[in-house]
């Protein structure tokens, strides 16, 4: 009796190994599965500033609100989505470049390009009422309830923490074991970011806890202007119906979107 008690304990033993075992492998395959492509289709099409140098852009409170680019004519501002129509703008000083923008608590964080400054907002009256400093350059910014997370246009992606502006963290985003650089502007999306890749016509979607891509949105001829530099360069998310957009630098248009995987 006690050798057949000896081998069912041996034997529940192996089996709680072998189950450990493949929940390892099949967390660390789930982790490694090819990224999905996905294609879009444009639900709603609407107009947008070309004088915009597209930085920075989030949805809130029925309004979208944007971050421009350019030395000497740098701004935010808050914009009506229907008609595309500039509600209230302010300038940022001449020397400094406007950057990736979000919105925590009723406040509006923005960044600048190569200043290592930037700047906090009332929401309400678009006032200034703080500055913060770091140490690389500003690109993309965005708020997953928790911490800011921040570009700089490496494959970095940093957490900060939103009272204090201190890093917390950081992820290499990856795909695979390939570095993703230029990482541009952000928004957090359903529980990962994601990041607008300078001078590509796609987006990428990152896990925000590894830094590995699962995703690429594939917009390949949503717009096609003459400048170079008028890259594709803004996602907005409205939480409460869904909705995603997107637009470019000086771009016309501004669309919503929705995606659905390649076939």
Not at 54 to 64: A, P, Q, R, V
Not at 162 to 177: C, H, I, L, M, Y
Not at 246 to 251: E, L, Q
């Amino acid at each position: 009796m006690k050798k057949l008690a000896r081998v069912a304990v041996y034997a529940v033993a192996l089996a709680l190994v072998v189950i450990i075992l493949l929940f390892f492998y099949l967390s660390f395959a789930s982790d490694n599965d090819s990224p999905t492509v996905y294609s879009y289709s444009i639900v709603a099409t609407y107009p947008h500033d070309t004088e915009a140098f597209t930085e920075g852009l989030i949805y809130f409170n029925d309004s979208l609100y944007e971050s421009t680019g350019g030395w000497g004519t740098s701004s935010l501002r808050q914009v009506n989505l229907a008609n595309g129509n500039i509600t209230r703008e302010v300038f940022l000083p001449e020397q400094y470049f406007g950057e990736g923008l979000t919105i925590v608590h009723g406040s509006l964080i923005q960044l600048t390009w190569q200043s290592g400054i930037g700047f906090v907002y009332d929401e309400k009256t678009l006032k200034v009422t703080a500055n913060f400093t770091y140490s690389t350059e500003g690109w993309g910014l965005t708020f997953d309830g928790i911490h800011l997370i921040m570009s700089d246009g490496s494959s970095n992606l940093y957490f900060l923490e939103p009272a204090t502006f201190q890093k917390v963290g950081q992820v290499s985003v990856r795909d695979d074991n390939a570095s993703i650089a230029n990482l541009n502007e952000l928004e957090y999306v359903r529980g990962d970011i994601y990041a607008n890749v300078w001078h590509r016509q796609e987006i990428v979607i990152i896990n925000s806890k590894t830094g590995q891509v699962k995703g690429y949105i594939d917009l390949t001829g949503i717009y096609q202007g003459d400048d170079p530099e008028a890259v594709l360069n803004g996602i907005a998310y409205d939480q409460t119906t869904d909705a995603l957009y997107i637009t470019g630098k000086n771009w016309p248009n501004l669309y919503q979107i929705i995606i659905s995987p390649k076939t």
